[in-house]
């Protein structure tokens, strides 16, 4: 042991004779960091630690025949199936909640090589398949003691005439580098340079070319960290080509591929590239246009929550100059248009490197119209005689009267039974994702729901991802609001447009039970009532 670096050792297996490997993971206690090496001895140093940090070592036996372990993803699922692409999902073992992970997904038909894909995600889409063929999709989790034995499916793409989706292509914005491996050294030579042949918001495709001069039968470790968080993974594979999904927007990655032999270990150098994954487009429509304004509306996937954004917009008509607006709202109202006349209105998202790629869309203002003396204003109002039950969950329950307030025209009633409708309350104490989750686990299905999502800011302007995307049930609204403990609910925009969605959604969606308000009626007297208007009438 010493300052910066441990050594280890280990008995191999009693009773075994095959050939075997050995998975050694360490992991930093205060940055969180994993690491790992695979070896074909019982022992190992390791060097380039941290002096006076805590690491924790594991060693796992690996053999050719039976894999290390069997975690084994559950639940299987092939969602979607198009002419070329799939989408699968599954679930976690329960075994995995607190270890680092990832998931290989091996995939190929009859006389074509496996394709693989890297994702730290439960779901994944392949693409550019052929159409009308048989496929095998093989999902392994990978840990720090290795790659597990997968889960297997079988799918079959439709039959319909067309090209096949995606090519590759080059990008030239990556730097190349060769350096030293932490790992096992010996006289493997590194692989080729990488190559980034696709890069996305989310995904990263790489490939290399295998070492020259070996006919043995290689692999190839992959690694991949984060500049932002510092988080590493690896994945190993039998190709020279490897897609890495479940990345995050607009962050630097530092990608190494290392060369794998049974019988010599893993090769003393690496080769490793750095690329930036890009800032993906808004998904934009126009709602709401009248004679002088427009609304405007937009979605973001759900992992740049971590990347800090804003969005500038930029409109103009025919023959006039372009009108620019930044905002940190996902649905802003653009006015001061001018009456039936076409726009074209753009929306790129602005990060710390820049302006991005637009989404474009047009859209036509209402003609005037002249005012009518009948005429009343159109406000969002909900019907007469609509009861909600409050559900507040977590620490909510002092802030949900806030929110109360803002359904007058409906009544409060005691218990889930009796209601219209329900209006659940949870605040975000740790992701938005995680706690949104959680909150919905403990929400009955069986009414109409809206769901409040309080987010803790001293800042009325604070920019909040829209959680509506964490449900899919017709019956059920997710809203964001703003609030703090000194002041309760913000008056702020982010939660004017909250109660307004509320409003509406409520006129919409949830029925008055007529059935609950006929019992109401009988159960105060209103029966007695009627007979003693028809006691006389013979």
């Known amino acids: 042991m010493a300052h910066d670096a441990v050594s280890l050792?280990?008995?191999?297996?009693?009773?075994?004779?095959?050939?075997?490997r050995f998975g050694v993971t360490w992991k930093c206690e205060s940055t969180g960091a994993l690491l790992c090496s695979e070896v074909p001895v019982t022992n190992l140093p390791i060097q380039g630690l941290t002096p006076g940090v805590k690491y924790e070592f594991t060693v796992a036996t690996i053999s050719d025949s039976g894999g290390q372990n069997v975690l084994v993803p559950k639940e299987l699922t092939v969602n979607?199936?198009?002419?070329?692409?799939?989408?699968?999902?599954?679930?976690?073992?329960h075994?995995?909640?607190l270890t680092s992970h990832s998931f290989l997904i091996s995939y190929s038909s009859e006389?074509?090589?496996?394709?693989f894909i890297s994702t730290s995600s439960c779901s994944t889409v392949i693409t550019g398949l052929q159409p009308d063929t048989d496929y095998t999709v093989n999902v392994s989790v990978v840990c720090h003691s290795g790659i597990c034995q997968p889960a297997s499916i079988t799918i079959h793409t439709s039959l319909v005439h067309g090209k096949p989706n995606g090519s590759d292509r080059a990008i030239n914005n990556s730097s190349q580098s060769t350096q030293l491996s932490r790992g096992t050294k010996g006289d493997l030579p590194p692989p080729g340079?990488?190559?980034?042949?696709?890069?996305?918001?989310?995904?990263?495709?790489?490939?290399w070319e295998p070492p020259e001069g070996l006919t043995e039968s290689l692999r190839f470790r992959v690694?991949?960290?984060s500049e932002s968080t510092g988080a590493l993974l690896c994945s190993e594979v039998p190709v020279t080509n490897l897609c890495i999904q479940g990345l995050t927007p607009e962050v630097k990655y530092e990608f190494t591929v290392a060369t794998i032999s049974d019988s010599r270990g893993q090769s003393a150098k690496v080769v490793s590239t750095a690329?930036?994954?890009?800032v993906p487009v808004p998904k934009l429509t126009v709602d709401e246009v009248n004679t002088t304004s427009a609304r405007l509306s937009w979605a973001l996937p759900y992992n740049m929550d971590m990347t800090p954004h804003k969005f500038r917009i930029s409109y103009s008509s025919a023959g006039k100059g372009q009108t620019y607006i930044s905002t940190p709202w996902y649905n802003p109202v653009i006015t001061g248009l001018q009456p039936d006349t076409d726009y074209t209105v753009n929306v790129s998202v602005v990060c710390y490197s820049g302006i991005f790629l637009p989404a474009t869309t047009t859209f036509h203002t209402s003609g005037v119209e002249r005012p009518s003396k009948d005429k009343q204003p159109s406000i969002p109002s909900t019907s007469q005689g609509k009861t909600y039950y409050t559900l507040a969950l977590g620490k909510s329950a002092e802030y949900s009267e806030g929110i109360e307030t803002w359904l007058k025209p409906l009544t409060k009633e005691k218990s889930i039974q009796s209601c219209d409708m329900i209006l659940a309350t949870c605040v975000v104490v740790s992701r938005v994702g995680t706690d949104v989750e959680a909150a919905l686990k403990d929400i009955p299905e069986?009414?109409?729901?809206?769901?409040?999502?309080?987010h803790h800011t001293f800042d009325p302007d604070h920019v909040v991802p829209d959680s509506n995307r964490f449900t899919k049930r017709d019956d059920m609204l997710i809203v964001d609001c703003l609030f703090n403990e000194d002041d309760g609910l913000l008056r702020c925009e982010r939660n004017y447009i909250s109660q307004s969605t509320m409003l509406k959604w409520i006129d919409a969606k949830v029925s008055c039970s007529k059935v609950r308000r006929f019992g109401r009626f009988l159960s105060r007297g209103g029966i007695q009532d009627v007979k003693a208007k028809f006691a006389g009438v013979h």
Do not use: C, F, N, Y
């Open 9 to 20: 050792s280990w008995e191999p297996p009693e009773g075994l004779t095959e050939s075997l």
């Open 80 to 93: 979607e199936v198009t002419t070329s692409s799939a989408h699968l999902s599954w679930t976690l073992p």
């Open 95 to 97: 075994e995995m909640d």
């Open 111 to 115: 006389g074509k090589d496996e394709r």
């Open 193 to 207: 340079q990488i190559k980034i042949t696709s890069v996305a918001h989310d995904a990263v495709s790489l490939s």
């Open 223 to 225: 690694t991949w960290k």
């Open 275 to 278: 690329q930036t994954t890009e």
């Open 446 to 454: 069986a009414k109409p729901t809206i769901l409040v999502v309080l």
